[in-house]
Structures are given as C-alpha cells and as structure tokens.
C-alpha cells in the first residue's frame, strides 16, 4: 500500500534493522525480519490490477520564510495522478510498474514508468547499504475509527488512522483511509506541515480509479 512519508520512513528504518540483525545473528535465536506490509496488501489480488490515485499539494510559500521567491511554487495546487499497477506476482515477491503524470496549466507532463519490487520477507528493493534512522520526535499522537466512504459509486468500508508528529516548532499531521478491498490500500490521505503554527504545505489525495486484475 502506498503509505504516508512518515510511515514510509518508519517501516523502511524498521525493516533495514530487521534484516542487518537477522544477518548478524549467529544462531536461530533471533526472529526472521519483519514480513512486508505493502507486499501482504497486494497480494491479495492478481496481476493486472491497478490503482490510480490523484494527488493535490498546496504550499503556502509565504509563510516559509527558507523558500527564496524565485524558487516557490505559483499559487495553486500542483496536481499529480500516479498511476499503480501489478505485473507480477508470486510467493516472494510482487512488482509493481508506476507512472506518474503532472498536471499543468492545460498540459500533462508524463514521467517514465518506474517499477518497484515488493519482497515478502520485508527486504527492500534499491534500498541504501548504510543503516537510515529517523529522527526521533518529540511528541508523536495517534487517534483511530472507522468510516464509510464513497469511491466510484460504491460504499467502502474503510478503517482511518491519524497521526500527529511534532519536532520541535514543526508538526506534521496526515490522516489515511485505508481498506483492504482497494489495491495498495490507501483509500484516501490528508496531510498538513504547520512551523510555528503556519502552515507549510497540505496535500489531499484520493482514488478515482481501480480495477481488479482476473
């Protein structure tokens, strides 16, 4: 499932250590690495089944004052539809090819397909030798529910999960719907970075297409 950066950084920093333990142990003692979450989702469904899911950001340059003027942004959201799909899948592994259009002014910029493999023991695909750890947080709130949502017509049953991550004067805040009857699981995100009370940059993203491969 695509996640959210801050879950993304926790899993990828949790798995590495994961698996540089597993290497280093010298007997059955310690657990096998964490299996992947992400390949657990896909797998679920059959090669051919895609996602497509349109991203808005919004960043409010006038109250980040590291942003030199002539290298913000243009009023507005910069608009994004990335596109998921799996070619392949078996019992260690799941590749799946994405592609991303940016939506501009009247025009549609299309970047290069990308494909990116999902191991089942949680091993991750291009990832750095040398060990990343994220920087701790000072404060970190997690609150939970459950909510119907609407997605092409058809009422989903989703499961929301809302973080609240603060390091020092920065907050970041996202909130994920997630269900396991979509490919990659993410129904819908909404996030938000606040400095000193002002806000940064938000995002909103959400399916507008999905189809189950047979």
Do not use: C
């Not at 007997?27 to 797998?43: F, G, K, L, M």
């Not at 603060?166 to 996202?174: H, Q, R």
Request: aromatic content about 6%; cysteine-free; hydrophobic content about 35%.
């Amino acid at each position: 499932m695509r996640l959210r950066p801050t879950l993304s950084a926790a899993i990828l920093g949790s798995s590495l250590l994961g698996t540089s333990l597993f290497v280093m142990a010298a007997d059955d003692s310690h657990p096998p690495p964490p299996p992947n979450p992400e390949y657990a989702q896909w797998s679920h469904f059959k090669p051919g089944t895609y996602v497509t899911l349109e991203r808005k950001v919004f960043e409010h340059g006038e109250n980040n004052v590291g942003v030199v003027e002539a290298m913000a942004h243009p009023p507005g959201a910069a608009v994004m539809r990335i596109n998921t799909k799996m070619v392949d899948l078996d019992k260690d592994k799941a590749v799946l090819e994405e592609t991303r259009i940016d939506l501009g002014d009247g025009s549609e910029t299309q970047m290069p397909a990308d494909k990116v493999t999902l191991f089942a023991n949680g091993q991750i695909s291009n990832a750095s030798d040398s060990l990343w750890e994220p920087s701790k947080p000072q404060t970190v709130k997690a609150t939970e529910g459950d909510e119907d949502l609407t997605v092409m017509g058809n009422k989903l049953k989703t499961h929301w999960v809302e973080t609240s991550i603060k390091i020092g004067n920065e907050v970041s805040t996202a909130k994920d719907w997630l269900s396991d009857d979509v490919p990659g699981g993410l129904v819908k995100e909404e996030t938000k970075k606040t400095w000193n009370g002002k806000v940064l940059v938000e995002s909103a993203t959400k399916v507008i297409d999905y189809k189950l491969g047979s």
